[in-house]
């Protein structure tokens, strides 16, 4: 049964940072580029940042380019998005994605929420 367990997620204060982790299981993760979106209340869902299978490349969208970190340990089956200097519109709901050319697997989502 495949599996993608997002964690991570919470409130923090403009300019702090968090780091969400998103755990699979089910597939063989290291044949997976892995991808971060995030949807904010009535907006569209956004692709945030990915990483290829073996971590060599990451492409991050121009709104959190600095900021945000994509890495992965294949080793434990697990993505990571590091976020700092968060601003309030990064307030969204924050999904993991595993992508092949057959497959295309999603998480949950975990709730991200920037406020003082």
């Known amino acids: 049964q495949v599996q993608l367990v997002e964690s991570g997620g919470g409130l923090v204060q403009p300019g702090g940072s968090l780091r969400l982790s998103c755990a699979a299981s089910?597939?063989?993760?290291?044949?997976?580029?892995m991808r971060w979106h995030r949807q904010a209340p009535g907006k569209e869902r956004e692709l945030v940042a990915t990483?290829?299978?073996?971590?060599?490349?990451?492409n991050y969208a121009d709104s959190v380019k600095g900021r945000f970190t994509i890495s992965r340990d294949n080793a434990k089956n697990t993505v990571y998005l590091q976020m700092n200097s968060l601003k309030p519109e990064d307030t969204a709901v924050y999904y993991c994605?595993?992508?092949?050319?057959?497959?295309?697997?999603w998480g949950q989502g975990t709730q991200v929420t920037v406020s003082s």
């Open positions: 089910g597939f063989t993760f290291s044949n997976y580029a």
């Open positions: 990483i290829t299978s073996a971590g060599g490349s990451t």
């Open positions: 994605n595993a992508l092949s050319r057959r497959n295309n697997y």
